[in-house]
Nanobody, 115 residues
Framework: VQLQASGGGLVQAGGSLRLSCAAS?????????RGWYRQAPGNQRDLVAT???????NYADAVKGRFTISRDIKKNTLYLQMNSLKPEDTAVYYC?????????WGQGTLVTVSS
């Protein structure tokens, strides 16, 4: 499974961005959870949001009510709509796909929120 993340950029505090993560290869049915994680400089990689095969979502407390994870099954693409962005949301955002065999990661896309 190959994952290609896009949509990052520079935005002012209070603004919005939408990240995308296109998946290719593998078997769609083999992926049972997809998610977004982020890593700020000097920090560990932290969970942002996940969505499972049944559509159940899970969010980190820091982004609840501001971020929305979704997917387009036909396009095999994962999205993260980020609203009311804060400077502390600045990080490299990574998408992943979890299968029974292993977890796959995209290359990351940088989100910078200026105050």
């Amino acid at each position: 499974v190959q994952l290609q993340a896009s949509g990052g950029g520079l935005v002012q505090a209070g603004g919005s961005l939408r990240l995308s993560c296109a998946a290719s290869g593998g078997s769609r049915g083999s992926i049972y959870v997809r998610g977004w994680y982020r890593q700020a400089p000097g920090n560990q990689r932290d969970l942002v949001a996940t969505i499972d095969a049944g559509g159940t979502t899970n969010y980190a407390d820091a982004v609840k009510g501001r971020f929305t994870i979704s997917r387009d099954i036909k396009k095999n693409t994962l999205y993260l709509q980020m609203n009311s962005l804060k400077p502390e949301d600045t990080a490299v955002y990574y998408c992943n796909a979890v299968t029974k065999a292993r977890t796959y990661w995209g290359q990351g896309t940088l989100v910078t929120v200026s105050s």
